[in-house]
């Protein structure tokens, strides 16, 4: 099955520094590849996402690129902002499956 | 789009009850739900998956006959905690499939609500 190893935190960093969590997965196949970012007391929301090696998902600032030779997807972000304060997950989802397998999380504190 | 509803938010329950939680899917029909624990400060756990009209799979090592789920329309699954005790004290998530839709609804695989935070006393 799928699994999924994330940058153990938590991770505190100051305004507007770089920010790299790190992910690597094991699947069969050909995943798609998903961070999600769960708030503090919420559910998770979808952040981003890569379907195919080399893509590069973006959004809020935030990128990952699908690196299959490395089978990782590191997520960064150049200036992280104290409203990026959040868990991060990374989740590999296999081709025709549905259940998705979450990372352990990553915690991000932003101090202003 | 791809709203899904979880209710209650939070739960304080007495040891011994059972407490039932709500997932619904507001504006999509989602015949595959997901049920998720998730432990301060840790991952998510899956627990079971929740088929329409079928009866739900269960990851191993959870209780079925303690986590009871029912999954009797397109656009609601209910997980209910029987014999509560503190050890279920947990935040609990559920997620609706959005796997074939179209977009914008099938974006993301999963469309979560935002869970339900359930203390036994």
């Known amino acids: 099955g799928n699994s999924v190893t994330q940058m153990e935190g938590p991770v505190t960093l100051s305004e507007e520094a770089f920010l790299t969590i790190n992910c690597t997965y094991t699947a069969t196949g050909y995943p798609s590849l998903f961070w999600y970012v769960q708030y503090p007391g919420e559910g998770l929301q979808l952040l981003l996402k890569?379907?195919?090696?080399?893509d590069k998902g973006s959004n809020k600032g935030f990128e990952a690129t699908y690196r299959k030779e490395t089978t990782s997807f590191h997520l960064e972000k150049g200036s992280v902002q104290v409203s990026d304060s959040a868990v991060y997950f990374c989740a590999p989802l296999g081709q025709g499956a549905q259940k998705l397998v979450f990372g352990q999380g990553t915690r991000l504190t932003i101090n202003p | 789009g791809a709203v899904v509803s979880q209710h209650p938010s939070w739960v304080i329950c007495k040891s011994g009850t059972s407490v039932k939680i709500e997932c619904r899917s507001l504006?999509?029909?989602?015949?595959?739900m997901f049920w998720y624990r998730q432990f301060p400060k840790q991952s998510l756990m899956l627990m079971a998956t929740s088929n329409e009209g079928s009866k739900a799979t269960y990851e191993q090592g959870v209780e079925k006959d303690k986590f009871l789920i029912n999954h009797a329309s397109l656009t609601l699954s209910t997980l209910t905690v029987t014999s509560a005790h503190p050890e279920d004290s947990s935040f609990y998530i559920c997620?609706?499939?959005?796997?074939?839709?179209?977009?914008?609804?099938?974006?993301?695989?999963?469309?979560f609500g935002n869970g339900t935070r359930l203390t036994v006393t």
């Open positions: 890569a379907t195919k090696a080399d």
């Open positions: 504006d999509f029909q989602a015949t595959t």
């Open positions: 997620s609706a499939s959005t796997q074939g839709l179209a977009t914008p609804y099938g974006n993301s695989p999963l469309h």
